[in-house]
């Protein structure tokens, strides 16, 4: 990792990212135009080229709103699964997150989890590894039951995930854990 500044132009933001909240922005720029941004926007950078948003979404937001030309940022040399594990991790400790998303979140994150601990961990002795819902639940500070909760509504289908955001749904859990349980 080495800190220093990019233009706010030159970031890329990936397809697929949660949609940015505009109360969440304008906090932000209340925020920065007082202190100024406290913590820089995560990038990488796949060539001498091009610099790829990894976490700040609504910080670079914000900077674009305050009409600065360079931001602050910590460059990070990871591999695509440890860059969505950044981003999940500042997601899930920063962002207002309706249960929905939390729930994405943190059912991504398990799935991530598991691609790690399909291989023994040598230096602790274990002749098993660690599943990921448990290694999850440790790196994320979530109980076993709620990251099982998670994965219930995340398995939700797309169009009914579209549905409890449209009926105000997506914040109450007894409702999506009701939906996943109907779910063929």
């Known amino acids: 990792m080495r800190a220093g500044e990019v233009y706010i132009d030159a970031v890329t933001v990936p397809s697929g990212r949660r949609p940015v909240n505009s109360d969440t922005v304008e906090r932000l720029v209340e925020s920065i135009g007082k202190i100024g941004l406290q913590q820089p926007i995560s990038v990488w950078s796949p060539d001498s080229e091009t610099v790829v948003l990894v976490a700040g979404n609504h910080r670079l937001e914000a900077c674009r709103r305050l009409d600065m030309h ?71 500070n979530v109980s076993e039951p709620d990251a099982r909760r998670a994965e219930q509504v995340a398995s939700l289908t797309p169009e009914a995930k579209d549905a409890a955001r449209e009926t105000g749904q997506a914040d109450n859990r007894s409702a999506l854990l009701e939906a996943a349980k109907q779910a063929p």
């Open 70 to 140: 360079k931001v602050p940022a910590v460059f990070v040399d990871m591999d695509e699964r440890q860059r969505r594990m950044w981003e999940i991790a500042e997601n899930l400790h920063r962002a207002e997150l309706t249960v929905l998303e939390r729930d994405e979140q943190v059912s991504e994150w398990i799935k991530l989890a598991a691609t790690i601990s399909r291989q023994p961990d040598e230096k602790i002795g274990r002749g098993r590894p660690e599943g990921g819902r448990a290694s999850a639940s440790r790196e994320i």
